[in-house]
T-cell receptor
Framework: DTGVSQDPRHKITKRGQNVTFRCDPI?????LYWYRQTLGQGPEFLTY????????KSRLLSDRFSAERPKGSFSTLEIQRTEQGDSAMYLC????????????FGSGTRLTVV | AQKITQTQPGMFVQEKEAVTLDCTYD???????LFWYKQPSSGEMIFLIY??????QNATEGRYSLNFQKARKSANLVISASQLGDSAMYFC??????????????FGQGTILTVHP
């Protein structure tokens, strides 16, 4: 068990380009969460999956954002037509329900839109 | 909706001394979980301690303890014998039950802790 992996660690993109991030959760974890964190703030919830089903989406997840977890294992988060306001750290976490306390976070993907 | 408030943007402590980081929460649910995470400058979120709303005893994990005062809706983190490596951002978080399990974590704004030698 190598923990939660996120790829890439850093991404610099030009405004208007599309970007895709990947998260590999702990293998036995059935829940996967995406968060966005701007500098000096706490992580903000974006969406989460239980197995392959997307159970909740935040209002922060605009039409330009889409997340998938096609086989209930890894997940991707795509941002289309990036804007400077999308610059942030994107964190992924996984957990095993019904345990309540075992949220494990990845190291995040830092996105910079120039 | 649940809410977490951390009123201390920054805290300073001398090495080897104890420090308390404040956290208050707001929820009408009787069942919830409270968490503290540490985020060093490298960015990863490190789990420190968990307290369930029905746990009668305050949670402890090594040098970390959670001062849980349910009536006041506070869940302060106490770090004893501070070390230089404790310098980091600290986040308090809460989750609520959804059906038979629990849902997402909602985080506070964080407190930056600086430990002086």
């Amino acid at each position: 068990d190598t923990g939660v992996s996120q790829d890439p660690r850093h991404k610099i993109t030009k405004r208007g380009q599309n970007v895709t991030f990947r998260c590999d959760p702990i293998s036995e974890h059935n829940r996967l969460y995406w968060y966005r964190q701007t500098l000096g703030q706490g992580p903000e919830f974006l969406t989460y999956f239980q197995n392959e089903a997307q159970l909740e989406k935040s209002r922060l997840l605009s039409d330009r954002f889409s997340a998938e977890r096609p086989k209930g294992s890894f997940s991707t988060l795509e941002i289309q037509r990036t804007e400077q306001g999308d610059s942030a750290m994107y964190l992924c976490a996984s957990s095993l329900v019904p345990n309540n306390y075992g949220y494990t976070f990845g190291s995040g993907t830092r996105l910079t839109v120039v | 909706a649940q809410k977490i408030t951390q009123t201390q943007p920054g805290m300073f402590v001398q090495e080897k001394e104890a420090v308390t980081l404040d956290c208050t929460y707001d929820t009408s649910d009787q069942s919830y979980g409270l968490f503290w995470y540490k985020q060093p400058s490298s960015g990863e979120m490190i789990f420190l301690i968990y307290q369930g709303s029905y746990d009668e005893q305050n949670a402890t994990e090594g040098r970390y303890s959670l001062n849980f005062q349910k009536a006041r809706k506070s869940a302060n983190l106490v770090i004893s014998a501070s070390q230089l490596g404790d310098s980091a951002m600290y986040f308090c978080a809460i989750n609520l039950p959804i059906g038979t399990s629990y849902g997402k974590l909602t985080f506070g704004q964080g407190t930056i802790l600086t430990v002086h030698p």
